[in-house]
């Protein structure tokens, strides 16, 4: 479980500067903070600073069994510029830094800690054209991140980090077909363990545990269609969901030296609700080779 707390704090200033502050409580503890300037009437450019300071827990697995978790600690500090695009996203540029401390929490401990600074630039575009955050009905969306550590802001290692993902969402009367497409790659620059990709879990593989899988590379792909069969109050939500999702994923450059377990098959069927909450799933998944998971999340799969 998380238990998330957010308080926004707007129009510090005549040109509507901002002030978000969030604290999570469970498996990833955290609290952030980040103060948002608007350089200009039209609230076109911006600046931004932003701090971070938290803990996850992050499993390890040998084939299907998970041999170790893994605390990993993370303190940040950034700096940012942008530009608003409209109503259409928002683009970003800026440096950070980043001090890691992982160690194991349950399992061997003859199993590495690692305690190390990566710092770097890192640039982020979001663009978002749907109809609803959550069991959207219409509309596209796309995510590009890319982060390049490297020594010369006092990385510990130098290495390449970049991430997309679409979303395309069209409907026909109540039937809705979600489709999306995502990857990543570290260029073969040896990106730590601590930044990897991982896929497994509710709509990410589906059958497989939570992030059973990690790697340098991967991509992903996602078929989901849902139908509202009953509308909900606007005060509790927009209603709740029959619905069912096809996956497929491949994962490869494993930072633990294991093989690559080739393209992995999952799918789903879930009832959904969008409520005041958040998206609330319970579902049943299943994978190849026997892997199968019930699961019951409300938050974002």
């Known amino acids: 479980f998380n238990l998330l707390v957010q308080y926004r704090r707007t129009w510090l200033n005549r040109l509507g500067g901002e002030w978000l502050t969030e604290a999570q409580v469970g498996q990833d503890t955290h609290l952030s903070t980040e103060f948002f300037q608007p350089l200009n009437e039209a609230g076109v450019w911006f600046g931004s600073v932003h701090g971070y300071v938290g803990q996850s827990t992050r499993g390890v697995f040998y084939g299907d069994d998970k041999i170790a978790d893994y605390l990993v600690g993370s303190a940040r500090a950034g700096i940012d510029a942008g530009a608003i695009l409209g109503t259409k996203g928002i683009l970003r540029v800026g440096a950070l830094w980043n001090q890691i401390d992982a160690n194991v929490d349950v399992g061997d401990p003859v199993l590495p800690d690692v305690r190390q600074l990566s710092a770097g630039g890192r640039v982020s575009?979001?663009?978002?054209?749907?109809?609803?955050?959550?069991?959207?009905?219409?509309?596209?969306?796309?995510?590009?991140?890319?982060?390049?550590?490297?020594?010369?802001?006092?990385?510990?290692?130098?290495?390449?980090?970049?991430?997309?993902?679409?979303?395309?969402?069209?409907?026909?009367?109540?039937?809705?077909?979600?489709?999306?497409?995502?990857?990543?790659?570290?260029?073969?620059?040896?990106?730590?363990?601590?930044?990897?990709?991982?896929?497994?879990?509710?709509?990410?593989?589906?059958?497989?545990?939570?992030?059973?899988?990690?790697?340098?590379?991967?991509?992903?792909?996602?078929?989901?269609?849902?139908?509202?069969?009953?509308?909900?109050?606007?005060?509790?939500?927009?209603?709740?969901?029959?619905?069912?999702?096809?996956?497929?994923?491949?994962?490869?450059?494993?930072?633990?030296?294991?093989?690559?377990?080739?393209?992995?098959?999952?799918?789903?069927?879930?009832l959904g609700a969008d409520t005041f909450l958040g998206p609330l799933y319970f579902g049943f998944g299943s994978g190849g080779s026997g892997n199968w998971s019930l699961y019951l999340l409300l938050g974002r799969p």
């Open 125 to 270: 575009l979001v663009i978002d054209q749907r109809d609803h955050a959550w069991f959207a009905r219409a509309g596209y969306s796309g995510i590009a991140s890319y982060y390049g550590a490297t020594k010369a802001l006092g990385s510990a290692l130098n290495y390449q980090r970049l991430e997309a993902r679409g979303n395309y969402v069209q409907s026909w009367g109540p039937h809705t077909m979600n489709l999306l497409a995502a990857g990543g790659t570290d260029f073969g620059t040896g990106m730590p363990a601590y930044d990897s990709f991982t896929l497994g879990g509710p709509l990410r593989l589906s059958g497989f545990r939570l992030n059973q899988f990690a790697g340098r590379e991967y991509a992903f792909g996602r078929a989901m269609y849902y139908n509202r069969v009953l509308a909900m109050p606007d005060l509790l939500g927009s209603g709740v969901y029959l619905g069912a999702s096809a996956e497929v994923g491949r994962i490869t450059d494993r930072y633990d030296g294991l093989p690559s377990p080739g393209t992995l098959y999952s799918g789903s069927v879930f």
